[in-house]
C-alpha cells in the first residue's frame, strides 16, 4: 500500500488530439478526486527538470521537444494506494503492451507520445506535485 496522492499530466498529443475529457471521465471513474489542476505549458527548462532522471536516454531530446509543443493538464490525484492504481489505470509505457481498457491503450499513440504521466513512486508524487503546484493551489 502507498500513500494517498499521484501526480498526473495529460500530456501534449492527448491535448491535441481532443481526450482531455476522455482521460478525466476515466481518472474520476477509476475513484480518483482531483485536489488540484491547470491546464498549462512546459517550457523547455521545466521540461528539462522535471524529466532529468532521463537526461543521459538517447530519448530526453525528442522527449523534451514533446513534452513542450503543445499545453498540458497537470494534477493531482487523491486515492488510496493512488500511485500504484494511477500506474495500473494509464498501462504500459509503450501502448502497444499496455492492457485493454487502460488509458494509454485507448489514447496514446506511441512509446514517446503516450497520452498521460503518472508518478511512479510516493517520493515523486510529492516532489512532481510541488513542482507544478503551490499550497494555495490543492484542495
Ligand atoms: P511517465 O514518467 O511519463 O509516466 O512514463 P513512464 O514512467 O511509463 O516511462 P518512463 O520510463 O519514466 O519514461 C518517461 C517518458 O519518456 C518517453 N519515452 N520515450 N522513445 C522511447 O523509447 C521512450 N521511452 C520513454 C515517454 O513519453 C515516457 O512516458
Ligand atoms: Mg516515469
Redesign the pocket.
Known sequence: MTGNRTFT?I?PDAVENGHIGAILEKITAAGFKIVAMKYTQLSRRDAQEF?A??KE???FG??VE??TRGPIVAAILEKDNAVDDF?AL?G???PAEAAEGTIRKLYAT?????A?????SDENAAIEGGFHFSGREVF
Open positions: 499530466m500530456k524529466y532522471i532521463h536516454r538517447p530519448f525528442e522527449l514533446f513534452m500506474r494509464i504500459a509505457t509503450n506511441s512509446i514517446g507520445e503516450n498521460v504521466h503518472g508518478s511512479d
